[in-house]
Protein backbone atom coordinates (compact mmCIF):
# COMPACT_ATOMS: atom_id res chain seq x y z
CA UNK A 1 0.00 0.00 0.00
CA UNK A 2 2.43 2.50 1.23
CA UNK A 3 6.11 2.53 1.24
CA UNK A 4 6.85 4.22 4.81
CA UNK A 5 9.87 2.58 5.74
CA UNK A 6 11.98 4.41 8.49
CA UNK A 7 15.10 4.86 5.90
CA UNK A 8 12.59 6.70 3.61
CA UNK A 9 11.56 9.13 5.69
CA UNK A 10 14.80 9.70 6.60
CA UNK A 11 15.99 10.18 3.05
CA UNK A 12 12.84 12.36 2.21
CA UNK A 13 13.53 14.30 4.89
CA UNK A 14 17.02 15.13 4.56
CA UNK A 15 15.81 15.60 0.39
CA UNK A 16 13.25 18.41 1.48
CA UNK A 17 15.82 19.95 3.75
CA UNK A 18 17.78 20.40 0.86
CA UNK A 19 15.06 21.84 -1.20
CA UNK A 20 13.93 24.23 1.08
CA UNK A 21 17.57 25.83 1.39
CA UNK A 22 17.86 26.21 -2.12
CA UNK A 23 14.46 27.78 -2.56
CA UNK A 24 14.61 29.81 -0.05
CA UNK A 25 17.83 31.51 -1.63
CA UNK A 26 15.82 32.12 -4.42
CA UNK A 27 12.72 33.48 -3.03
CA UNK A 28 14.29 36.30 -0.58
CA UNK A 29 15.86 38.61 -3.53
CA UNK A 30 12.65 38.72 -4.86
CA UNK A 31 10.88 40.04 -2.04
CA UNK A 32 13.55 43.13 -2.00
CA UNK A 33 15.66 40.86 0.94
CA UNK A 34 19.15 40.45 -1.50
CA UNK A 35 21.84 39.75 1.17
CA UNK A 36 19.76 37.93 3.84
CA UNK A 37 20.21 34.38 4.37
CA UNK A 38 17.73 31.78 5.82
CA UNK A 39 19.49 27.91 6.95
CA UNK A 40 16.08 26.56 7.56
CA UNK A 41 12.57 27.32 8.19
CA UNK A 42 12.66 29.36 11.35
CA UNK A 43 14.96 31.45 9.65
CA UNK A 44 12.81 32.35 6.57
CA UNK A 45 9.84 32.55 8.53
CA UNK A 46 11.30 35.55 10.18
CA UNK A 47 12.32 36.91 7.07
CA UNK A 48 8.95 36.42 5.56
CA UNK A 49 7.76 38.82 8.22
CA UNK A 50 10.30 41.17 7.69
CA UNK A 51 9.14 41.36 4.17
CA UNK A 52 5.60 41.87 5.38
CA UNK A 53 6.53 44.54 7.08
CA UNK A 54 8.68 46.20 4.64
CA UNK A 55 6.00 45.68 1.55
CA UNK A 56 2.92 46.56 3.63
CA UNK A 57 1.28 43.18 4.11
CA UNK A 58 0.80 39.30 3.47
CA UNK A 59 -1.00 40.53 0.20
CA UNK A 60 2.04 42.71 -1.11
CA UNK A 61 4.68 39.21 0.17
CA UNK A 62 1.97 37.28 -2.47
CA UNK A 63 1.99 39.70 -4.84
CA UNK A 64 5.28 39.56 -5.60
CA UNK A 65 5.13 35.59 -5.31
CA UNK A 66 2.70 35.07 -7.83
CA UNK A 67 0.01 34.04 -4.80
CA UNK A 68 -3.40 35.28 -4.32
CA UNK A 69 -5.03 35.84 -0.78
CA UNK A 70 -5.99 32.37 0.01
CA UNK A 71 -2.65 30.53 -2.22
CA UNK A 72 -0.16 33.20 0.56
CA UNK A 73 -2.72 32.22 3.61
CA UNK A 74 -2.50 28.02 2.92
CA UNK A 75 1.71 29.20 2.20
CA UNK A 76 2.34 30.65 5.30
CA UNK A 77 0.00 28.27 7.45
CA UNK A 78 1.93 24.80 5.67
CA UNK A 79 5.20 26.66 6.45
CA UNK A 80 3.95 27.54 10.46
CA UNK A 81 3.10 23.65 10.75
CA UNK A 82 6.81 22.68 9.56
CA UNK A 83 8.44 25.38 11.46
CA UNK A 84 6.73 24.60 14.61
CA UNK A 85 7.60 20.71 14.80
CA UNK A 86 11.27 20.96 13.42
CA UNK A 87 11.75 23.47 16.07
CA UNK A 88 10.48 20.36 18.74
CA UNK A 89 12.39 17.87 16.61
CA UNK A 90 15.28 16.57 18.82
CA UNK A 91 18.55 16.60 15.60
CA UNK A 92 19.94 13.71 17.41
CA UNK A 93 17.23 11.67 16.66
CA UNK A 94 15.51 10.25 13.58
CA UNK A 95 12.81 12.04 11.71
CA UNK A 96 9.05 11.16 12.88
CA UNK A 97 6.68 10.88 10.69
CA UNK A 98 4.48 13.98 11.58
CA UNK A 99 7.58 16.00 11.21
CA UNK A 100 7.92 14.15 7.21
CA UNK A 101 4.32 15.10 6.45
CA UNK A 102 5.07 18.65 7.69
CA UNK A 103 8.01 18.85 5.36
CA UNK A 104 6.65 17.45 2.04
CA UNK A 105 3.48 19.28 2.50
CA UNK A 106 5.54 22.99 2.71
CA UNK A 107 7.87 21.17 -0.29
CA UNK A 108 4.52 20.61 -2.16
CA UNK A 109 3.44 24.45 -1.91
CA UNK A 110 7.16 25.38 -2.88
CA UNK A 111 6.71 23.37 -6.02
CA UNK A 112 3.69 25.01 -6.72
CA UNK A 113 5.35 28.41 -5.65
CA UNK A 114 7.50 27.59 -8.52
CA UNK A 115 5.09 26.37 -11.11
CA UNK A 116 3.58 30.08 -11.14
CA UNK A 117 6.81 32.27 -10.67
CA UNK A 118 9.09 32.09 -13.73
CA UNK A 119 12.18 33.46 -11.55
CA UNK A 120 12.41 30.34 -9.70
CA UNK A 121 14.42 27.32 -10.95
CA UNK A 122 14.74 25.32 -7.76
CA UNK A 123 15.16 21.70 -8.12
CA UNK A 124 12.15 20.01 -6.06
CA UNK A 125 12.77 16.06 -7.34
CA UNK A 126 13.04 13.78 -4.31
CA UNK A 127 13.67 10.77 -5.94
CA UNK A 128 13.45 8.93 -9.74
CA UNK A 129 10.44 9.17 -11.02
CA UNK A 130 9.00 5.89 -12.46
CA UNK A 131 5.41 4.92 -14.17
CA UNK A 132 5.30 2.36 -11.39
CA UNK A 133 5.17 4.99 -8.78
CA UNK A 134 2.63 7.06 -11.73
CA UNK A 135 0.44 4.08 -11.29
CA UNK A 136 0.65 3.20 -7.35
CA UNK A 137 -0.44 7.42 -7.18
CA UNK A 138 -3.48 6.35 -9.63
CA UNK A 139 -4.45 3.11 -7.64
CA UNK A 140 -4.12 4.99 -3.76
CA UNK A 141 -6.54 8.12 -5.05
CA UNK A 142 -9.23 5.56 -6.25
CA UNK A 143 -9.32 3.68 -3.25
CA UNK A 144 -9.23 6.43 -1.30
CA UNK A 145 -12.79 7.70 -3.05
CA UNK A 146 -13.91 4.52 -3.36
CA UNK A 147 -13.29 3.76 0.15
CA UNK A 148 -15.07 7.30 1.19
CA UNK A 149 -18.07 5.95 -0.82
CA UNK A 150 -18.50 2.56 0.99
CA UNK A 151 -17.90 4.25 4.10
CA UNK A 152 -20.88 6.62 3.97
CA UNK A 153 -23.22 4.52 2.15
CA UNK A 154 -22.81 1.81 4.85
CA UNK A 155 -23.57 4.64 7.29
CA UNK A 156 -27.00 5.47 5.60
CA UNK A 157 -27.75 1.57 4.84
CA UNK A 158 -29.70 2.43 1.60
CA UNK A 159 -29.89 4.85 -1.09
CA UNK A 160 -33.33 6.06 -0.03
CA UNK A 161 -32.27 7.77 3.02
CA UNK A 162 -28.80 9.16 1.71
CA UNK A 163 -30.82 10.89 -0.77
CA UNK A 164 -32.69 12.13 1.79
CA UNK A 165 -29.93 13.81 3.99
CA UNK A 166 -27.91 14.83 0.95
CA UNK A 167 -30.67 17.16 0.16
CA UNK A 168 -30.51 18.38 3.59
CA UNK A 169 -26.98 19.20 3.25
CA UNK A 170 -26.88 20.74 -0.02
CA UNK A 171 -29.78 21.13 -1.54
CA UNK A 172 -32.24 19.79 -4.40
CA UNK A 173 -30.65 21.19 -7.17
CA UNK A 174 -27.50 19.95 -6.56
CA UNK A 175 -28.40 16.65 -5.67
CA UNK A 176 -30.14 16.47 -8.91
CA UNK A 177 -27.62 17.12 -10.48
CA UNK A 178 -25.53 14.33 -8.95
CA UNK A 179 -28.28 12.31 -9.78
CA UNK A 180 -27.78 12.53 -13.86
CA UNK A 181 -24.27 12.09 -13.34
CA UNK A 182 -23.81 9.45 -11.12
CA UNK A 183 -24.05 4.89 -11.48
CA UNK A 184 -27.56 3.64 -11.22
CA UNK A 185 -27.69 3.52 -7.34
CA UNK A 186 -25.03 5.42 -6.17
CA UNK A 187 -25.79 8.88 -6.19
CA UNK A 188 -22.01 9.65 -4.64
CA UNK A 189 -20.50 8.53 -8.00
CA UNK A 190 -21.80 11.49 -9.09
CA UNK A 191 -20.55 14.14 -6.37
CA UNK A 192 -16.75 16.20 -6.66
CA UNK A 193 -14.17 14.73 -4.71
CA UNK A 194 -14.61 18.08 -2.56
CA UNK A 195 -17.94 17.10 -2.22
CA UNK A 196 -17.76 13.59 -1.08
CA UNK A 197 -14.55 14.63 1.57
CA UNK A 198 -16.29 17.55 2.96
CA UNK A 199 -19.86 15.10 3.83
CA UNK A 200 -17.14 12.92 5.50
CA UNK A 201 -15.41 15.33 7.18
CA UNK A 202 -18.55 17.25 8.68
CA UNK A 203 -18.69 17.72 11.81
CA UNK A 204 -21.70 16.26 12.54
CA UNK A 205 -21.31 13.82 10.02
CA UNK A 206 -17.75 12.85 11.43
CA UNK A 207 -19.10 12.27 14.97
CA UNK A 208 -22.02 10.75 13.75
CA UNK A 209 -20.44 7.86 11.75
CA UNK A 210 -16.59 7.74 11.28
CA UNK A 211 -15.10 9.04 14.34
CA UNK A 212 -14.90 5.52 15.94
CA UNK A 213 -12.07 4.48 12.93
CA UNK A 214 -9.70 6.87 14.01
CA UNK A 215 -10.46 7.52 17.78
CA UNK A 216 -7.94 4.99 18.91
CA UNK A 217 -5.26 5.33 16.15
CA UNK A 218 -1.94 7.15 16.41
CA UNK A 219 -2.34 7.98 12.98
CA UNK A 220 -3.71 11.47 12.05
CA UNK A 221 -1.50 13.41 14.42
CA UNK A 222 -0.27 15.76 12.91
CA UNK A 223 -2.55 18.28 14.34
CA UNK A 224 -4.44 17.67 18.00
CA UNK A 225 -7.82 17.34 16.24
CA UNK A 226 -7.84 13.97 14.03
CA UNK A 227 -11.06 15.33 12.44
CA UNK A 228 -8.78 18.83 11.18
CA UNK A 229 -5.86 16.50 10.37
CA UNK A 230 -8.03 14.23 8.15
CA UNK A 231 -9.62 17.43 6.47
CA UNK A 232 -6.39 18.61 5.47
CA UNK A 233 -4.88 15.03 4.34
CA UNK A 234 -8.21 15.13 2.09
CA UNK A 235 -7.38 18.77 0.80
CA UNK A 236 -3.97 17.80 -0.38
CA UNK A 237 -5.11 14.90 -2.01
CA UNK A 238 -7.73 17.17 -3.81
CA UNK A 239 -5.20 18.46 -5.64
CA UNK A 240 -3.59 15.96 -6.84
CA UNK A 241 -6.69 14.06 -8.01
CA UNK A 242 -7.27 17.25 -9.81
CA UNK A 243 -3.87 17.10 -11.27
CA UNK A 244 -4.10 13.11 -12.21
CA UNK A 245 -7.91 13.76 -13.54
CA UNK A 246 -6.71 16.37 -16.10
CA UNK A 247 -4.18 12.99 -17.13
CA UNK A 248 -1.22 15.21 -15.93
CA UNK A 249 2.03 13.38 -13.93
CA UNK A 250 2.11 13.40 -10.49
CA UNK A 251 5.51 14.81 -9.38
CA UNK A 252 7.62 12.70 -6.98
CA UNK A 253 6.99 15.55 -3.57
CA UNK A 254 3.12 15.00 -4.55
CA UNK A 255 3.93 11.04 -5.02
CA UNK A 256 5.53 11.00 -1.51
CA UNK A 257 3.00 12.95 0.05
CA UNK A 258 -0.11 10.74 -1.32
CA UNK A 259 1.56 7.81 -0.20
CA UNK A 260 2.18 8.47 3.50
CA UNK A 261 -1.60 10.29 3.19
CA UNK A 262 -3.12 7.34 1.99
CA UNK A 263 -1.37 5.62 4.69
CA UNK A 264 -2.85 7.79 7.77
CA UNK A 265 -6.70 7.89 6.31
CA UNK A 266 -6.81 4.07 4.62
CA UNK A 267 -4.42 2.14 7.55
CA UNK A 268 -7.31 1.87 10.42
CA UNK A 269 -10.05 1.40 8.37
CA UNK A 270 -8.17 -1.93 7.03
CA UNK A 271 -7.65 -2.41 10.73
CA UNK A 272 -11.46 -2.18 11.14
CA UNK A 273 -12.46 -4.63 8.51
CA UNK A 274 -9.39 -6.87 9.21
CA UNK A 275 -11.53 -6.92 12.89
CA UNK A 276 -14.70 -7.12 11.10
CA UNK A 277 -15.85 -4.00 12.73
CA UNK A 278 -16.65 -2.66 8.97
CA UNK A 279 -16.93 -4.64 5.44
CA UNK A 280 -15.32 -2.02 3.64
CA UNK A 281 -11.98 -3.19 2.47
CA UNK A 282 -9.06 -0.58 1.17
CA UNK A 283 -6.73 -3.12 -0.20
CA UNK A 284 -9.43 -4.49 -2.05
CA UNK A 285 -10.33 -1.19 -3.55
CA UNK A 286 -6.23 -0.34 -3.90
CA UNK A 287 -5.32 -3.81 -6.04
CA UNK A 288 -7.07 -2.80 -8.75
CA UNK A 289 -5.49 -3.54 -12.26
CA UNK A 290 -4.22 -0.80 -14.57
CA UNK A 291 -7.51 -1.21 -17.12
CA UNK A 292 -10.09 -0.43 -14.26
CA UNK A 293 -7.54 2.35 -12.81
CA UNK A 294 -7.53 3.89 -16.20
CA UNK A 295 -11.18 3.72 -16.54
CA UNK A 296 -11.70 5.21 -13.33
CA UNK A 297 -10.06 8.33 -14.56
CA UNK A 298 -12.03 8.81 -17.58
CA UNK A 299 -14.75 8.34 -15.69
CA UNK A 300 -13.53 11.24 -13.43
CA UNK A 301 -12.64 13.36 -16.79
CA UNK A 302 -15.75 13.12 -18.05
CA UNK A 303 -17.36 14.15 -14.53
CA UNK A 304 -15.54 17.19 -15.23
CA UNK A 305 -16.92 17.79 -18.44
CA UNK A 306 -20.29 17.58 -16.57
CA UNK A 307 -19.92 19.50 -13.42
CA UNK A 308 -16.61 21.79 -14.36
CA UNK A 309 -13.62 21.26 -12.47
CA UNK A 310 -13.61 20.83 -8.85
CA UNK A 311 -12.32 24.19 -7.42
CA UNK A 312 -14.02 24.39 -4.03
CA UNK A 313 -11.87 23.32 -1.15
CA UNK A 314 -13.19 20.62 1.65
CA UNK A 315 -15.36 21.99 3.93
CA UNK A 316 -14.97 21.33 7.71
CA UNK A 317 -18.41 22.02 8.18
CA UNK A 318 -21.40 21.91 5.69
CA UNK A 319 -23.75 24.56 5.96
CA UNK A 320 -28.02 22.86 6.54
CA UNK A 321 -29.99 24.03 3.39
CA UNK A 322 -32.95 24.05 5.48
CA UNK A 323 -31.47 25.95 7.74
CA UNK A 324 -30.89 28.60 4.94
CA UNK A 325 -34.73 28.82 4.18
CA UNK A 326 -35.71 30.96 7.72
CA UNK A 327 -33.31 33.67 5.94
CA UNK A 328 -34.82 33.26 2.66
CA UNK A 329 -38.52 33.70 4.31
CA UNK A 330 -37.30 36.26 5.89
CA UNK A 331 -36.41 38.22 2.85
CA UNK A 332 -39.09 37.68 0.36
CA UNK A 333 -42.04 37.94 3.07
CA UNK A 334 -42.70 41.39 1.96
CA UNK A 335 -43.24 40.56 -1.01
CA UNK A 336 -45.35 37.87 -0.29
CA UNK A 337 -47.43 39.70 1.75
CA UNK A 338 -48.06 42.67 -1.59
CA UNK A 339 -48.99 39.79 -3.86
CA UNK A 340 -51.56 38.20 -1.54
CA UNK A 341 -52.98 41.37 -1.22
CA UNK A 342 -53.07 42.34 -5.36
CA UNK A 343 -54.13 38.77 -6.02
CA UNK A 344 -57.00 39.23 -3.24
CA UNK A 345 -58.01 42.48 -4.89
CA UNK A 346 -58.20 40.79 -8.69
CA UNK A 347 -60.43 38.22 -6.67
CA UNK A 348 -62.70 40.70 -5.55
CA UNK A 349 -63.05 42.79 -8.79
CA UNK A 350 -63.78 38.93 -10.60
CA UNK A 351 -66.42 38.53 -8.04
CA UNK A 352 -68.03 41.68 -7.92
CA UNK A 353 -67.98 41.56 -11.99
CA UNK A 354 -70.19 38.24 -12.01
CA UNK A 355 -72.57 40.12 -9.36
CA UNK A 356 -72.74 43.08 -11.85
CA UNK A 357 -73.54 40.76 -14.65
CA UNK A 358 -76.19 39.11 -13.38
CA UNK A 359 -78.00 41.80 -12.23
CA UNK A 360 -77.78 44.78 -14.43
CA UNK A 361 -78.75 45.40 -18.05
CA UNK A 362 -75.58 48.05 -18.39
CA UNK A 363 -72.78 45.19 -17.97
CA UNK A 364 -71.21 46.63 -21.09
CA UNK A 365 -71.01 49.97 -19.12
CA UNK A 366 -69.51 48.00 -15.98
CA UNK A 367 -67.30 45.91 -17.98
CA UNK A 368 -64.98 48.70 -18.93
CA UNK A 369 -64.79 49.98 -15.37
CA UNK A 370 -63.64 46.51 -14.44
CA UNK A 371 -61.43 46.75 -17.24
CA UNK A 372 -59.96 49.93 -16.20
CA UNK A 373 -59.09 48.91 -12.77
CA UNK A 374 -57.63 44.97 -13.55
CA UNK A 375 -55.32 47.45 -16.05
CA UNK A 376 -55.10 49.36 -12.77
CA UNK A 377 -54.21 46.00 -10.77
CA UNK A 378 -51.47 44.66 -13.21
CA UNK A 379 -49.82 47.96 -13.41
CA UNK A 380 -49.30 47.10 -9.72
CA UNK A 381 -48.11 43.86 -9.74
CA UNK A 382 -45.96 44.71 -12.82
CA UNK A 383 -44.57 47.14 -9.92
CA UNK A 384 -44.27 44.32 -7.42
CA UNK A 385 -42.24 42.46 -9.18
CA UNK A 386 -40.07 45.10 -10.49
CA UNK A 387 -39.15 46.03 -7.08
CA UNK A 388 -38.07 42.67 -6.54
CA UNK A 389 -35.28 43.35 -9.40
CA UNK A 390 -34.13 46.66 -9.99
CA UNK A 391 -32.08 47.26 -6.78
CA UNK A 392 -28.19 45.13 -7.90
CA UNK A 393 -28.32 43.75 -4.05
CA UNK A 394 -31.67 42.14 -4.29
CA UNK A 395 -30.83 41.10 -8.18
CA UNK A 396 -27.91 39.37 -6.75
CA UNK A 397 -29.55 37.52 -3.91
CA UNK A 398 -32.13 36.29 -6.13
CA UNK A 399 -29.91 34.40 -8.05
CA UNK A 400 -28.10 33.20 -5.27
CA UNK A 401 -25.25 35.05 -4.59
CA UNK A 402 -24.31 37.07 -1.26
CA UNK A 403 -22.98 40.64 -1.46
CA UNK A 404 -19.22 40.09 -0.60
CA UNK A 405 -16.15 40.86 -2.35
CA UNK A 406 -15.12 37.65 -2.74
CA UNK A 407 -18.32 36.72 -4.83
CA UNK A 408 -17.24 39.35 -7.43
CA UNK A 409 -13.99 37.94 -7.51
CA UNK A 410 -15.48 34.81 -7.91
CA UNK A 411 -17.10 36.13 -11.01
CA UNK A 412 -14.69 38.15 -12.34
CA UNK A 413 -12.20 34.98 -12.67
CA UNK A 414 -15.21 32.96 -14.65
CA UNK A 415 -16.07 36.08 -16.97
CA UNK A 416 -19.31 36.51 -15.67
CA UNK A 417 -20.71 40.21 -16.75
CA UNK A 418 -24.01 40.12 -15.85
CA UNK A 419 -23.00 39.43 -12.07
CA UNK A 420 -19.40 41.71 -12.42
CA UNK A 421 -22.11 44.13 -13.79
CA UNK A 422 -24.92 43.70 -10.75
CA UNK A 423 -21.76 44.29 -8.47
CA UNK A 424 -20.34 47.29 -9.66
CA UNK A 425 -24.23 48.88 -10.40
CA UNK A 426 -24.20 48.46 -6.47
CA UNK A 427 -21.02 50.25 -5.90
CA UNK A 428 -19.22 47.06 -4.58
CA UNK A 429 -15.28 48.01 -4.58
CA UNK A 430 -12.61 45.97 -6.45
CA UNK A 431 -9.10 45.47 -6.27
CA UNK A 432 -6.67 44.99 -9.09
CA UNK A 433 -5.57 41.67 -8.06
CA UNK A 434 -8.78 40.64 -8.66
CA UNK A 435 -8.34 40.78 -12.28
CA UNK A 436 -4.75 38.65 -11.99
CA UNK A 437 -6.20 35.74 -13.60
CA UNK A 438 -8.62 37.14 -16.21
CA UNK A 439 -5.09 39.37 -17.51
CA UNK A 440 -2.94 36.52 -17.55
CA UNK A 441 -5.49 33.94 -19.32
CA UNK A 442 -6.60 36.95 -22.19
CA UNK A 443 -10.11 34.83 -22.01
CA UNK A 444 -12.49 37.70 -20.52
CA UNK A 445 -11.71 40.99 -22.53
CA UNK A 446 -15.53 42.12 -21.73
CA UNK A 447 -15.44 41.33 -18.49
CA UNK A 448 -11.89 43.65 -17.65
CA UNK A 449 -13.55 46.14 -20.01
CA UNK A 450 -16.01 46.74 -18.03
CA UNK A 451 -14.13 46.97 -15.02
CA UNK A 452 -12.31 49.98 -16.76
CA UNK A 453 -15.65 51.99 -17.05
CA UNK A 454 -15.89 51.37 -13.38
CA UNK A 455 -12.15 52.51 -12.90
CA UNK A 456 -13.28 54.65 -9.57
CA UNK A 457 -14.60 51.50 -8.07
CA UNK A 458 -10.79 50.22 -7.46
CA UNK A 459 -10.06 51.06 -4.41
CA UNK A 460 -6.27 49.04 -3.70
CA UNK A 461 -3.79 51.39 -2.37
CA UNK A 462 -0.60 51.06 -4.84
CA UNK A 463 -2.57 48.56 -7.02
CA UNK A 464 0.71 49.23 -10.08
CA UNK A 465 2.90 47.31 -7.48
CA UNK A 466 0.77 43.89 -8.08
CA UNK A 467 -0.49 44.99 -11.33
CA UNK A 468 3.14 45.25 -13.19
CA UNK A 469 4.58 42.43 -10.55
CA UNK A 470 4.75 38.78 -10.82
CA UNK A 471 1.51 37.25 -12.31
CA UNK A 472 2.16 39.76 -15.73
CA UNK A 473 5.70 38.82 -15.66
CA UNK A 474 4.75 34.90 -15.61
CA UNK A 475 2.75 35.61 -18.70
CA UNK A 476 4.98 37.20 -20.33
CA UNK A 477 7.05 34.20 -19.77
CA UNK A 478 5.20 32.45 -22.58
CA UNK A 479 4.26 35.01 -25.06
CA UNK A 480 6.34 37.77 -26.86
CA UNK A 481 3.76 40.79 -25.65
CA UNK A 482 1.51 42.00 -23.16
CA UNK A 483 -2.21 41.46 -24.21
CA UNK A 484 -4.36 44.78 -25.36
CA UNK A 485 -5.87 44.60 -21.74
CA UNK A 486 -3.15 44.27 -19.66
CA UNK A 487 -1.91 47.25 -22.10
CA UNK A 488 -4.83 49.45 -21.01
CA UNK A 489 -4.48 48.26 -17.53
CA UNK A 490 -0.95 49.26 -16.91
CA UNK A 491 -1.99 52.31 -18.47
CA UNK A 492 -4.84 53.01 -16.40
CA UNK A 493 -3.50 52.28 -13.02
CA UNK A 494 0.19 52.92 -13.61
CA UNK A 495 0.28 56.60 -14.85
CA UNK A 496 1.49 57.96 -12.54
CA UNK A 497 5.25 59.48 -11.67
CA UNK A 498 5.78 57.37 -8.44
CA UNK A 499 4.48 53.87 -10.38
CA UNK A 500 6.58 54.81 -13.21
CA UNK A 501 9.94 55.16 -11.08
CA UNK A 502 8.99 51.89 -9.45
CA UNK A 503 8.66 50.04 -12.87
CA UNK A 504 12.07 51.48 -13.61
CA UNK A 505 13.37 50.27 -10.19
CA UNK A 506 11.93 46.95 -10.91
CA UNK A 507 13.97 46.83 -14.57
CA UNK A 508 16.95 48.33 -12.54
CA UNK A 509 17.07 45.34 -10.11
CA UNK A 510 16.25 42.55 -12.63
CA UNK A 511 19.53 43.93 -14.69
CA UNK A 512 21.53 43.59 -11.72
CA UNK A 513 20.23 40.05 -10.56
CA UNK A 514 21.13 39.00 -13.95
CA UNK A 515 25.09 40.67 -14.30
CA UNK A 516 25.32 38.94 -10.65
CA UNK A 517 23.95 35.76 -12.05
CA UNK A 518 26.11 35.62 -14.82
CA UNK A 519 29.95 37.03 -12.84
CA UNK A 520 28.89 33.73 -10.48
CA UNK A 521 28.00 31.49 -13.18
CA UNK A 522 31.53 32.55 -14.80
CA UNK A 523 33.40 31.80 -11.79
CA UNK A 524 31.76 28.52 -10.97
CA UNK A 525 33.19 27.33 -15.14
CA UNK A 526 36.80 29.00 -13.96
CA UNK A 527 36.87 26.25 -11.05
CA UNK A 528 36.04 23.06 -12.62
CA UNK A 529 38.32 20.43 -12.30
CA UNK A 530 38.67 16.76 -13.44
CA UNK A 531 36.43 14.62 -11.16
CA UNK A 532 39.32 12.24 -10.10
CA UNK A 533 41.06 15.78 -8.93
CA UNK A 534 38.52 17.42 -7.38
CA UNK A 535 37.74 13.80 -5.03
CA UNK A 536 41.33 13.87 -4.24
CA UNK A 537 41.11 16.88 -2.59
CA UNK A 538 37.99 17.10 -0.77
CA UNK A 539 38.57 13.77 0.71
CA UNK A 540 42.03 14.76 1.91
CA UNK A 541 42.51 13.99 5.35
CA UNK A 542 39.40 12.08 5.93
CA UNK A 543 37.80 14.75 4.36
CA UNK A 544 37.67 16.64 7.44
CA UNK A 545 37.88 20.17 5.97
CA UNK A 546 34.52 19.49 3.72
CA UNK A 547 32.98 18.07 7.13
CA UNK A 548 33.65 21.73 9.16
CA UNK A 549 32.82 23.37 6.38
CA UNK A 550 29.60 21.71 5.82
CA UNK A 551 28.99 22.12 9.83
CA UNK A 552 29.10 25.52 9.19
CA UNK A 553 27.13 25.79 5.86
CA UNK A 554 24.65 28.26 5.47
CA UNK A 555 23.73 30.55 2.80
CA UNK A 556 25.94 33.12 2.48
CA UNK A 557 24.00 35.70 1.00
CA UNK A 558 24.63 34.71 -3.03
CA UNK A 559 21.59 35.09 -4.96
CA UNK A 560 22.71 31.80 -6.29
CA UNK A 561 22.51 27.97 -5.06
CA UNK A 562 25.80 26.38 -6.39
CA UNK A 563 26.95 22.84 -7.11
CA UNK A 564 29.09 23.05 -4.01
CA UNK A 565 26.60 24.76 -2.18
CA UNK A 566 24.38 21.75 -2.99
CA UNK A 567 27.36 19.68 -1.46
CA UNK A 568 27.74 21.09 1.68
CA UNK A 569 23.78 20.99 2.49
CA UNK A 570 23.59 17.48 1.58
CA UNK A 571 26.33 16.64 3.74
CA UNK A 572 24.57 18.37 6.72
CA UNK A 573 21.68 17.03 6.53
CA UNK A 574 23.70 14.15 6.89
CA UNK A 575 25.18 15.17 10.09
CA UNK A 576 21.89 16.65 11.42
CA UNK A 577 20.32 13.52 10.86
CA UNK A 578 23.58 11.40 11.89
CA UNK A 579 24.29 9.61 8.57
CA UNK A 580 28.02 10.45 8.52
CA UNK A 581 29.34 7.20 7.42
CA UNK A 582 32.22 7.18 5.65
CA UNK A 583 30.87 5.59 2.33
CA UNK A 584 27.94 7.90 2.34
CA UNK A 585 30.36 11.16 2.46
CA UNK A 586 32.52 9.64 -0.27
CA UNK A 587 29.04 8.97 -2.72
CA UNK A 588 27.89 12.49 -2.13
CA UNK A 589 31.67 13.86 -3.13
CA UNK A 590 32.03 11.34 -6.09
CA UNK A 591 28.43 12.77 -7.54
CA UNK A 592 29.54 16.51 -6.77
CA UNK A 593 32.99 15.86 -8.43
CA UNK A 594 31.16 13.91 -11.77
CA UNK A 595 28.77 17.07 -11.91
CA UNK A 596 31.13 19.74 -11.57
CA UNK A 597 33.50 18.16 -14.06
CA UNK A 598 30.46 17.45 -16.46
CA UNK A 599 27.81 19.93 -16.40
CA UNK A 600 27.39 23.85 -16.51
CA UNK A 601 26.83 25.44 -12.86
CA UNK A 602 23.50 25.10 -11.37
CA UNK A 603 23.08 28.84 -12.00
CA UNK A 604 20.20 30.40 -14.43
CA UNK A 605 21.89 32.65 -16.78
CA UNK A 606 18.96 34.03 -19.00
CA UNK A 607 17.58 37.73 -19.04
CA UNK A 608 13.95 36.80 -18.99
CA UNK A 609 13.19 38.91 -16.03
CA UNK A 610 14.58 42.29 -17.49
CA UNK A 611 13.26 41.42 -21.08
CA UNK A 612 10.12 41.39 -19.27
CA UNK A 613 10.75 44.21 -16.74
CA UNK A 614 11.47 46.52 -20.05
CA UNK A 615 8.06 45.24 -21.98
CA UNK A 616 6.41 46.55 -18.80
CA UNK A 617 8.47 49.82 -19.01
CA UNK A 618 8.16 50.81 -22.12
CA UNK A 619 4.36 50.81 -21.87
CA UNK A 620 4.38 53.51 -18.94
CA UNK A 621 7.69 55.16 -19.47
Not at 350 to 379: D, H, M, P, Q, Y
Amino acid sequence: MADISNNMIQDDFAACLVICRQAFDQILPVLGLTGATAADPDAFYDLLQKARQDLGGWDKVGQRLGLNDPQMTQFTHTLRIFRKLLSQHDHQRPASHNLLMAALRFVNQLERLKEQQPLFSYATELHQPGEKKQLRSQQQVRALELMIRSLINQAYRNQQTLVKQLRQLFGDERVQSWLKAADRDDILSGTLFSELASLFVDKKEYTDHYSALYHTTPLLSLMNDKRKTLQTYLEDIRSIRNRLAHHKRVTTVQIALLDRCYHEIAEPVQEAFDDGRVSVNPDGYFDAGEAEVRQYFLQAAEKIDRLGDDIQHVRESLERHDEKLDDIKQDTGLLRKKMVWVLTGIAALAIGSLLIFGTSTKTLVNTETIRSELGEVGKTVAGVKKESSSDPRKELANIGISWEEQNLRSAIERGDNRVVGLFLDGGMPWKLYYTQKALADDNHPGTLELLLQHKSLMDEPNGCEGLSGSSMLSTLSNRDSLTPSQVNYLKAFCSSSADVQLIKGKLATAVSFEQRQRQAYDREMAAREPANTCERRLLANNAQNLLDDAARFSLSGSSTYSLHDALLADINVKLISGDIQSRSIRQSVKDYCVKQASQPPNIAIDNNWSKAQQKIYDVVK
